[in-house]
Nanobody
Framework: QLQLVESGGGLVQPGGSLTLSCAAS????????IAWFRQAPGKEREGVSY????????SYADSVKGRFTISRDNAKNTVYLQMNSLKPEDTAVYYC?????????????????????WGQGTQVTVSS
């Protein structure tokens, strides 16, 4: 069993930065791949970034590539999402998800993660 808690969201001006954290409870955190998803009002949930259990493999949506960086600290049971150069279109509720086995063709597909663990989300608002 794994419980995930996101934090670090808030209001930021365009061009600003935020770092989201996904803290997990459970001693087996290190075996799980983690992904960040986001959902804006009236839109479908969108995959943002993925990191494998060791932190050695990552993936990003084209919309955030070069601006967002995912990392993890297995000693702290935490995954981070560093978000730079934020845009108004980044406004959404951000969720982290954990799953043991993720097919390579579904790294950022939320349906792939439907059997995994999800957090409650943290709101990110980018506005002047």
């Amino acid at each position: 069993q794994l419980q995930l808690v996101e934090s670090g969201g808030g209001l930021v001006q365009p061009g600003g930065s935020l770092t989201l954290s996904c803290a997990a409870s459970g001693s087996t955190f290190y075996i799980y791949s983690i992904a960040w998803f986001r959902q804006a009002p009236g839109k479908e949930r969108e995959g943002v970034s993925y990191i494998d259990s060791s932190g050695g493999s990552t993936s990003y949506a084209d919309s955030v590539k070069g601006r967002f960086t995912i990392s993890r600290d297995n000693a702290k049971n935490t995954v981070y999402l560093q978000m730079n150069s934020l845009k108004p279109e980044d406004t959404a509720v951000y969720y982290c998800a954990a799953q043991g086995i993720v097919p390579i063709n579904g790294l950022l597909d939320s349906s792939t993660w439907s059997g995994g663990y999800w957090g409650q989300g943290t709101q990110v608002t980018v506005s002047s």
